[in-house]
């Protein structure tokens, strides 16, 4: 693991680790029932059918996302279809042969153009390449944030003004205002890897938030604003902070009142917990880790681990298995006298 992870090496009580974690995997899948990415009930059958040529199934996911207006899942599964045809594409050009004007193959098509592009060292005169298809993509959507959304992140990606990027932010906000993915691109163009600040970031997110519909995951914006910091080498606990560990705690307490609205194992909000239980794991609130990671149960996802090492899964699994230590570690050797021995999921004993 990189160096972000350092807090892993942290000593603890041997005795107290060997009586104990065994206890606390109570409601964590084995290590090899946990994937990485999985995809949804509807997905699958979608990238199934991709991988075998066939766009079929992916076209008729996407106009169901467009006909119902389901943006967020839209958004989601452009995403992870453009993923795909990154490696296979011969299933979206087939595609697009037989519908060059189609609404959703124009939008995977936008999304991948700016994947494919990300990389390049000429990331910001590539990527303008990219802009006509975005623009094919809005055009045949009118109703649709998701072009919008990639029209942020290639602003990004070009290095657009501030005036730029804010034109493109009310279009995006005039389709759907409480869209999670054109909010996380606003919030990634205002942090301090991009073209603002950490202070920006979190002053963006904690509104965005508190605006935010009930349940809805732009409540999580804080906690991400708060995963960049700590990715920065920041210290939030240190005198003086731009960003000090109330404002970092805060955005930790408002994913888990958000984590509580969704029921154990549900994949939908798999994301926003596998970045909360950096946050708190960073931040030594490891009884709390631990149960997020019974809340996640197999749902592991490549953000954030993917930003902290070249094996994501493997960094799911170490910091989980660091959770079970971390607490075992502060628990006591045996009960007081006269309590039971039972071990409730956070850690004490009941």
């Known amino acids: 693991m990189v160096h972000t992870m350092s807090f892993l090496r942290a000593p603890t009580s041997t005795a107290r680790v060997i009586r104990h974690a065994p206890e606390l995997g109570t409601g964590l899948p084995g290590d090899d029932q946990v994937l990485l990415d999985v995809p949804d009930e509807r997905l699958g059958p979608a990238l199934v059918a991709a991988a075998l040529g066939d766009h079929g199934p992916a076209a008729g996911l996407l106009a169901a996302t467009r006909e119902g207006a389901e943006w967020e899942n839209r958004d989601r599964y452009t995403v992870r279809l453009a993923t795909f045809a990154l490696s296979r594409q011969d299933w979206l050009d087939s595609w697009l042969a037989a519908a060059p004007h189609h609404p959703d193959a124009l939008l995977v098509q936008a999304e991948l153009s700016v994947r494919r592009l990300w990389g390049s060292p000429a990331r910001a005169e590539r990527l303008r390449d990219a802009g006509p298809l975005i623009e094919a993509a809005a055009d045949a959507a009118p109703r649709d944030p998701v072009p919008w959304r990639i029209a942020l992140d290639h602003a990004r990606g070009t290095r657009a003004a501030h005036t730029a990027f804010e034109e493109l932010w009310a279009r995006a906000m005039s389709r759907s205002p409480h869209h999670y993915g054109c909010h996380v691109s606003a919030l990634q163009y205002l942090s301090a890897q ?43 606990a240190r005198p003086g902070a731009v960003v000090p560990y109330q404002r970092v705690d805060a955005a930790a307490d408002l ?34 880790a631990l149960e997020q990671f019974r809340l996640i149960g197999p749902y592991a996802t490549s953000f954030p681990w993917a930003r902290l090492s070249d094996d994501a899964l493997g960094g799911f699994l170490e910091l989980r298995g660091a959770a079970r230590i971390r607490v075992a570690a502060t628990m006591p050797l045996r009960p007081s006298r006269g309590t039971a021995r039972r071990i409730r999921p956070d850690g004490h004993y009941a």
């Open 194 to 236: 991009w073209y603002g600040s950490h202070r920006e970031c979190f002053d963006f997110a904690e509104q965005a938030a508190e605006d935010a519909l009930p349940g809805s995951l732009v409540q999580a914006l804080p906690v991400r604003a708060a995963f960049a910091h700590l990715l920065s080498g920041a210290d939030p």
């Open 255 to 288: 994913a888990i009142a958000l984590s509580a609205a969704y029921a154990a194992g549900d994949p939908w909000p798999a994301e926003v917990r596998n970045l909360l239980v950096y946050v708190l794991a960073a931040r030594g609130r490891w009884a709390e």
